[in-house]
């Protein structure tokens, strides 16, 4: 009987510090997260847009960064270049072939810190064919804001080459070089929040 209360007063004292997972689970907040991308056209200028409907979750755990995972999922047919004509193009079967690939994935394989830069490895998904993918990111928080929420902050800026997954249209100019390039500039910048 000794032994059990003294067992319940260390309980009591501690703050009921039962030992739990620190990891903690993050919804990306559609609007404070921007999913934008910038492609070469003709050489002299950069064709930048955006998509506006995803949805993510965000599994971060601050004391072991190899433990935390990031799947996200983009609708395809939200994307947007500020031109409705071109935003057809691009939905169109020579491009993103929206009708018959509606999403694109991106779920993560591994985190790793690397001194001061973190390191991202996924399965990103275009068009129905996945590519591995590294590149670095920044987390920032998690913190409270202003309104009560728990919320993280992640930035990232990758490149990948839309010919790596079956976006091959290639029709040259005059000189030789490629109507749009291959290299696609991504940039994200989000918001999560614990719902």
């Known amino acids: ?33 921007f999913v934008n991308f910038g492609v070469e056209r003709f050489m002299v200028c950069e064709v930048t847009g955006r998509f506006n409907e995803f949805a993510g979750t965000i599994a971060y755990h601050p004391d072991d960064i190899s433990q935390t995972f990031i799947d996200v999922t983009i ?5 947007d270049t500020g031109l409705e004509i071109r935003d057809g193009h691009l939905k ?3 491009w993103l072939d929206a009708d018959n690939h509606p ?4 779920k993560s394989k591994k985190v790793e810190q690397s001194e ?38 992640l930035s990232a800026d990758a490149v990948i080459n839309r010919q790596d ?14 109507f749009i390039g291959d290299e696609v500039k991504i940039s994200i910048r989000a918001l999560a929040m614990i719902k």
């Open 92 to 94: 169109s079967a020579i």
């Open 103 to 106: 999403n694109m994935t991106f």
């Open 165 to 178: 997954f079956g976006i091959s249209m290639d029709k040259k100019m005059m000189n030789g070089h490629s």
């Open 1 to 33: 009987m000794q032994h059990l209360k003294s067992l319940l007063f260390t309980f009591l004292i501690t703050g009921f510090s039962i030992p739990l997972s620190a990891q903690t689970t993050y919804q990306l907040d559609p609007g404070h997260t």
């Open 75 to 79: 609708d395809v047919k939200s994307i």
């Open 116 to 153: 001061d830069q973190m390191m991202i490895t996924a399965d990103l998904t275009i068009r129905g064919v996945t590519r591995e993918v590294t590149f670095p990111m920044k987390i920032k928080g998690p913190f409270k804001d202003p309104t009560q929420a728990t919320t993280l902050g």
